[in-house]
C-alpha cells in the first residue's frame, strides 16, 4: 500500500501541477505575443530619439553668423530669439531622452519578468503569484505603449520646430 501511494501521490502531484500551470499558459502567450509588438515600437522610439537629436545637434553647429554680415538691430533680435528657440527644443529633446531612458530601464525589468514567466510555464513551475504579475506586466504594457506613442510624436515634433527653426534662421541671415 505504501508503494502504491508513494507512486500516485507523486504522478498526483504531477498531474495537478501541470493543470494549474496550464490556467497561465494562454494569459503569458497572448502577454508575450503584445510584449513582442511593442518592444519594436519601443526599439524605433529610441532610434528616433538618437537619431533626431544628432540631426538637431547637427543644425545647432551652422547657427553661426558670418562676422562680416551687417545685420540690423531687428535681424539681430530675431537671430538671438531663434537661437533661444533652438536651444530650447534642444533642452526639451534632451529632456524626452532622459525619459525614454528611464522607461528603457523599467521596461527591460519588465521584459525580465515576463521571460521568468516564460520560463515558469516552460518548467511547469508558476505559484499562484503568477496571475498578479501577468496583470503587472499588462499595466506595464499598457503604460509603455501610451509612452512610446508620446516620445514618437515629440521627437517628431521637435524635429518639425528646429527644422523651421533654422529654416527661419537661414532667412533672417540671407543677404537681399
Same mark, same amino acid.
Given at each position: 500500500?505504501?508503494? #502504491?501511494? %508513494? /507512486? ?5 502531484? &504531477? ?8 490556467? &497561465? ?9 503584445? $510584449? ?5 515600437? &519601443? ?11 544628432? +540631426? /538637431? ?13 551687417? #545685420? *540690423?538691430?531687428?535681424?539681430? !533680435? #530675431? /537671430? ?10 534642444? *533642452?526639451?529633446?534632451? +529632456? ?10 523599467? $521596461?527591460? *525589468?519588465?521584459?525580465? !519578468? ?12 508558476? *505559484? ?12 506595464? #504594457?499598457?503604460?509603455? +505603449?501610451?509612452?512610446?506613442?508620446? /516620445? ?5 515634433? +521637435? !524635429? ?10 537661414? %532667412?533672417?541671415?540671407? !543677404?537681399?
Amino acid at each position: 500500500m505504501k508503494k #502504491l501511494i %508513494a /507512486i500516485i501521490l507523486p504522478l498526483f502531484v &504531477f498531474v495537478f501541477a501541470c493543470k494549474n500551470v496550464e490556467q &497561465f499558459r494562454k494569459p503569458i502567450e497572448s502577454l508575450s505575443a503584445d $510584449w513582442e509588438k511593442a518592444s519594436t515600437s &519601443f526599439t524605433d522610439a529610441g532610434t528616433l530619439v538618437g537619431s533626431v537629436q544628432s +540631426s /538637431i545637434a547637427g543644425l545647432k553647429d551652422s547657427l553661426t553668423i558670418d562676422p562680416k554680415l551687417k #545685420l *540690423d538691430a531687428t535681424k539681430l !533680435k #530675431l /537671430i538671438d530669439s531663434l537661437k533661444t528657440s533652438f536651444a530650447g527644443n534642444m *533642452d526639451g529633446l534632451t +529632456s524626452l531622452a532622459g525619459k525614454f531612458a528611464s522607461l528603457a530601464a523599467n $521596461w527591460q *525589468d519588465g521584459t525580465a !519578468k515576463l521571460a521568468a514567466l516564460k520560463d515558469g510555464l516552460t518548467t511547469g513551475k508558476l *505559484d499562484a503569484s503568477a496571475l498578479t504579475q501577468i496583470e503587472g506586466l499588462k499595466s506595464m #504594457l499598457t503604460e509603455t +505603449s501610451t509612452a512610446t506613442t508620446m /516620445i514618437t510624436e515629440s521627437a517628431n515634433t +521637435s !524635429k518639425t520646430q528646429a527644422m523651421a527653426i533654422y529654416d527661419a534662421f537661414k %532667412a533672417a541671415i540671407a !543677404k537681399k
